[in-house]
């Protein structure tokens, strides 16, 4: 089971994308995809919205993502999150067991 949490970062005059790009930039990004029990942790533009950037983050489960949340990074997120002036939306999912029904639609 892996939990998955969808933040969209949405700012003005471009400022969420130089967020996402400041995050990787600075290495931010890429220690958190080393943290323990990270999954998945990417930036994506929402193609009717380019003022938001949509992060997918996945974690094997709620007790890693709470080590992430105590991690020094997340001040230097929080401060980067300040200086480029967002808001957040917040969704969250829990991953359930693969649908056989589903496998004929899927193209590999």
């Not at 700012?11 to 130089?18: E, L």
């Not at 220690?31 to 942790?41: L, S």
Request: proline share 4%; no cysteine.
């Amino acid at each position: 089971m892996s939990l998955t949490v969808n933040l969209y970062y949405t700012g003005q005059n471009g400022a969420a994308q130089k967020f996402a790009q400041a995050m990787e930039e600075q290495g931010i990004a890429q220690r958190i995809r080393q943290e323990a029990g990270n999954e998945k942790y990417d930036y994506f533009i929402p193609m009717d919205d380019p003022e938001t950037v949509m992060l997918i983050d996945q974690w094997t489960d709620q007790a890693a993502l709470d080590r992430h949340h105590d991690s020094p990074m997340m001040q230097e997120l929080a401060q980067l999150r300040e200086q480029f002036d967002l808001h957040m939306r917040v969704e969250r999912f829990v991953t359930v067991d693969a649908n056989p029904a589903d496998e004929e639609f899927i193209r590999k």
